[in-house]
């Protein structure tokens, strides 16, 4: 029943930005969590950021500062602006949605960022 779209991705030189989309369709009544992770070559799928619906977050160490979450719950999208970009940001993103019991996840977009 639900999909998850992703958009956004793609090369960039160090220091710039992307921003990344990721909807949700289907029915739905309330997303809990949404979330955003990433897998970079040889390394573990990481959490990167989420919010919560009341609009918490949490970020990794390694984005804060540089990175920012935000969800529209009408759209039922949520975003990713990644500023300051730098090459270990490179890796593949993935978009989940946590709907209490289940959870969600998109087809991933590649973040390639050039030194």
């Given amino acids: 029943q639900v999909q998850l779209v992703e958009s956004g991705g793609g090369l960039v030189q160090a220091g710039g930005s992307l921003r990344l989309s990721c909807a949700a369709s289907g029915s739905i009544a309330s997303i809990n969590v949404m979330g955003w992770y990433r897998q970079a070559p040889g390394k573990q799928r990481e959490l990167v950021a989420a919010i919560t619906h ?3 977050t949490n970020y990794a160490d390694s984005v804060k500062g540089r990175f920012t979450i935000s969800r529209d719950n009408a759209k039922k999208t949520v975003y ?3 500023n ?3 090459p270990e940001d490179t890796a593949v993103y993935y978009c989940n949605v946590m709907i209490i019991p289940y959870n969600y996840w998109g087809q991933g977009t590649q ?3 050039s030194s």
Avoid: A, E, F, R
Wanted: glycine share 16%.
């Fill in 54 to 56: 009341g609009g918490s």
């Fill in 80 to 82: 990713l602006q990644m």
């Fill in 111 to 113: 973040v390639t960022v």
């Fill in 84 to 86: 300051s970009l730098k």
